[in-house]
């Protein structure tokens, strides 16, 4: 079940937000959740909540143990046990075929592979209860003695899926208490229907055009073509992460739930550096605690630091798929980050800001195409084309497509930008200061809620393309 779906708009959530509303007690209404969250998971892959289920109970009756015997050897052991198995698990299900088919190449066998498909989430929900075992053990979390509570931290529908990566920390008080107001319901509706709309009536139009550029043939080697087909995929990916996030965020926020943001509008960044403190915050800072932290962050000499953003960038890239283009998109990143430390953000904060802008967005699209193909060969296609090797730079083809989707290119570009959420941030706060009635904030957010619910269901009922990219991560 998607959010973008009509099984999702017009049944699951007017029958979750129907019961738990209905619900007097926040205990009834955290059960409701947790039910609801159970059967909006078991919805496409109904086997794989037993997973989900026994990766909660495990990290549970881990963190229990390591509050019980804190600073002792048990607990050091739960929390190894934790991390073993919650890898174990993502490398079982994600990861094992890929090793199978690396060894079966380098040594000529003829191991088989596993028959097992990827459990929705799983990269997502195993960091979320292993981080949770991680801060009980070092002391900056309560041990949740609740099995039911814990569960619906990891459960809950809103984040579920594809994130953001919700930590313990940020919604262990809201398990047990939580407001939910009119104006908290309608700012959370809003969030979520801007999501809906950067999902269904952005992201699924430049994918589709994208698509058509790059896998349809449709620009003959044409390297106008094929910068046009990674622009657009370059915005559909950031639509549809981000719209999800604003999806995820708004309904939790519907709920009572504060989620942590995950994008801040990271195509105006004019660094690498910059980029990756803009997209996919919470897997950023997962990394960065959990990862480059203890091998030594910044603590260390400049070798050293090296060293760790090497491996932080490798496990990024391999945490996004098990193929060797999302190691390579890592790597990608990882070298321009460190030219960046070497040289310092200072020195580069005097190349002027239009430079560096077009920059950094020439380097993240050409990161695209590693992340795009998962045939390197395909993807090194791409790039020749991209840079003109033995190809025109444009032809009838790929004029027609950038005629047709100047009017899309253009609604990117300034949603790219924060703009609209400029004006929103405004009225908002307007509203808390009193300075404007908040009738004056309602009425145009229910109306806006309304119209995009309607062209999002009209481009729906049209079409047949509505993926979410990071399921399959």
Known sequence: MVFSGFTFLFLFLPIALGLYFVLPSIRLKNIALTVLSLVFYAWGEPIWVALLLFSAAVDYCNGRVIGRYRG???????????VV????????????????????????????TSSLTLPIGISFYTFQ????????????????????????FVSLFPQLIAGPIVR?????????????????????????????????????????????????????????????????????????????????????????????????????????????????????SFFRDYVYIPLGGNRKGLPRQLLNMLIVWSLTGFWHGASWNFVLWGLWFFVFLAVEKLIGLERLAKIPSPIRLIGT????????????????????????????????????EAKLALTQNIPLLMICVIGSTPLF????KVLVGMSDRGMVHPSLIAIPAVVYNAAMLLLCTISLAGSSYNPFIYFRF
């Open 361 to 396: 967005l020439f380097l993240v699209l050409i990161g695209w195409v590693f992340f795009y193909y998962t045939d390197l060969n395909a993807g090194i296609g791409c790039l020749q084309r991209m840079f003109g090797a033995g190809v025109p730079f444009v032809n009838a």
């Open 72 to 82: 002792k050897a048990p607990a050091k052991v739960c929390m190894v046990l934790s």
């Open 421 to 424: 959420g400029y004006f929103g």
């Open 129 to 152: 209860t292993m981080s949770y075992t991680i801060d009980v053990y070092r002391g900056n979390v309560p041990v949740q003695r609740s099995f039911g509570k814990f569960l619906l």
């Open 168 to 284: 313990y920390s940020e919604v262990e008080p809201q398990l047990s208490e939580r407001h939910t107001t009119p104006r908290g319901f309608v700012l959370g509706a809003t969030r979520f229907m801007c999501g809906l709309g950067k999902k269904v009536l952005i992201a699924n139009y430049a994918g589709a055009a994208a698509v058509s550029l790059l896998d349809g043939g449709i620009t003959g080697g044409s390297t106008l073509g094929s910068w046009l087909g990674i622009l657009l995929y370059a915005f559909q990916i950031y639509f549809d992460f981000s719209g999800y996030s604003d999806m995820a965020i708004g309904l939790g926020r519907i709920f009572g739930f504060k989620y942590a943001e995950n994008f801040d509008y990271p195509y105006i960044s004019k660094s690498i550096t910059e980029f990756w403190r803009r997209w996919h915050m919470t897997l950023g």
């Open 85 to 112: 198995i919650n890898l174990g698990l993502l490398a079982g299900f994600k990861y094992l075929n890929f090793f199978i088919g690396n060894i079966n190449s380098l040594f000529g066998l003829s191991i088989p």
